[in-house]
T-cell receptor, first 115, second 113 residues
Framework: KAGVTQTPRYLIKTRGQQVTLSCSPI?????VSWYQQTPGQGLQFLFEYFSETQRNKGNFPGRFSGRQFSNSRSEMNVSTLELGDSALYLC??????????????FGEGSRLTVL | QQQVKQSPQSLIVQKGGISIINCAYENTAFDYFPWYQQFPGKGPALLIA?????SEKKEGRFTISFNKSAKQFSLHIMDSQPGDSATYFC????????????FGAGTRLAVHP
């Protein structure tokens, strides 16, 4: 079974631009979450989607947005990029949104550098 | 507000030794406490997890000890191996929000041969 796939793996943007990152969850997984990882702030929750609906949102500005498609694939978008948005963006999938079972599987991330 | 505090920041252990990483949490609503292992260039991978109804959980060389009254939990790696060298993160989440993990700052473990 293929793992969580994120594309692109690496990208470089300049301040003010926008970026879209893509995530394909493990087959059969319907819940997708996004995290930002930086050396200074560590791993921080961005948002969670299930059945195309955002269920939870972290403490990030509105420049960060996401969506989920009917096939459970997800995208996140960051508009008006700032230098501080440079980070590893991790996508994670899980079979369901609720319940007490089911491991959260992470992808290898998309490393964004903002110049 | 840092809701999960992790220590130490880095740890060096000799092969065969015991690695101990500690975490403390503030929110008593947390009821799921996983540990993740991350190698360079990879995403975090679940190592072991515990819920507050048990005080200890062991899987192979990895053990979680949980102290609900002190709001602390720790990871013990027995017989540490060079292949265990990685960054370890503790995390916590609330019931119904198991995808919204609050992570500790991480511990970089180096196991020397």
């Amino acid at each position: 079974k293929a793992g969580v796939t994120q594309t692109p793996r690496y990208l470089i943007k300049t301040r003010g631009q926008q970026v879209t990152l893509s995530c394909s969850p493990i087959s059969g997984h319907r819940s997708v979450s996004w995290y930002q990882q930086t050396p200074g702030q560590g791993l921080q929750f961005l948002f969670e989607y299930f059945s195309e609906t955002q269920r939870n949102k972290g403490n990030f500005p509105g420049r960060f947005s996401g969506r989920q498609f009917s096939n459970s694939r997800s995208e996140m978008n960051v508009s008006t990029l700032e230098l501080g948005d440079s980070a590893l963006y991790l996508c994670a999938s899980r079979e369901s949104a609720g319940g007490t079972t089911g491991e959260l599987f992470f992808g290898e991330g998309s490393r964004l550098t903002v110049l | 507000q840092q809701q999960v505090k992790q220590s130490p920041q880095s740890l060096i252990v000799q092969k065969g030794g015991i690695s101990i990483i500690n975490c403390a949490y503030e929110n008593t609503a947390f009821d799921y406490f996983p540990w993740y292992q991350q190698f360079p260039g990879k995403g975090p991978a679940l190592l072991i997890a515990i819920r507050p109804d048990v005080s200890e959980k062991k899987e192979g060389r990895f053990t979680i000890s949980f102290n609900k009254s002190a709001k602390q939990f720790s990871l013990h790696i027995m017989d540490s191996q060079p292949g265990d060298s990685a960054t370890y993160f503790c995390a916590a989440s609330r019931a119904g929000g198991y995808n919204k993990l609050i992570f500790g700052a991480g511990t970089r473990l180096a196991v020397h041969p």
